[in-house]
């Protein structure tokens, strides 16, 4: 239990390390500040988009190795395919409802503790994560580098992923269990009012 707190402070201590790197680049190039700083926003500020990412790292905590390291990784790879499909312009039929809908499903999937072979949750987390990328590679600002947006946002999805993992890691003990499936039933309605908003069921 006394591990926890320093845990919980690394993904903390690599955000602050950005805010210089975001400076220093500003003086090499507006277009790649611009992208830097509003691909690493995007995620952070989209409550849908946050809760997704930090369930797929409860998720592999969850299930534990090989998933804790396999799922994480394949989520911002497979993203970023999406991210330059929404850069491109190239059409992706309900891009909104699915990124809810990525929640309500895995937060169902950690409240449940559903424990899938490691090949279906790979692909359940890959298709949701072309989704997401696609929705951020629609929001590049006018005037930005993409390459620097893509870095952004495949970043801050890491430490999304990371600071899920560092919740997952409570599993280890009965009532962390517990708290964590109670994670994902939150993550659940989250989704779920992310899916109404998007149908236009609510406002």
């Not at 849908?48 to 409860?58: C, K, N, Q, S």
């Not at 396999?70 to 395919?81: E, G, H, S």
């Not at 491109?88 to 899938?116: D, K, M, N, Q, Y």
Request: hydrophobic fraction near 60%; aromatic fraction near 6%.
């Amino acid at each position: 239990m006394k591990d926890a707190p320093p845990r919980a402070s690394l993904p903390l201590a690599v955000l602050l390390t950005l805010f210089p790197l975001t400076s220093a680049l500003a003086h090499t190039g507006a277009g790649v500040a611009l992208g830097l700083e509003s691909g690493f926003l995007h995620p952070i500020t989209g409550l849908d988009h946050l809760v997704a990412m930090v369930a797929v790292g409860i998720w592999g905590a969850q299930l534990g190795n090989p998933a804790i390291w396999t799922l994480p990784i394949t989520f911002p790879l497979v993203m970023a395919l999406g991210g330059l499909l929404g850069v491109s312009g190239v059409p992706l039929p309900l891009t909104e409802p699915v990124v809810a809908l990525s929640g309500i499903a895995l937060g169902l999937l950690i409240a449940l503790h559903v424990r899938p072979p490691i090949w279906v949750a790979a692909l359940l987390v890959g298709i949701f994560a072309i989704f997401h990328g696609y929705a951020h590679g629609r929001e590049l600002p006018e005037a930005a580098s993409p390459t620097a947006y893509a870095l952004g946002f495949v970043v801050a999805t890491g430490l999304l992923h990371l600071s899920g993992i560092v919740i997952g890691l409570l599993v280890m003990w009965p009532v962390g269990a517990r708290a964590v499936r109670a994670c994902g039933a939150a993550i659940g309605c989250v989704g779920a009012y992310f899916l109404l908003a998007s149908l236009g069921v609510i406002q």
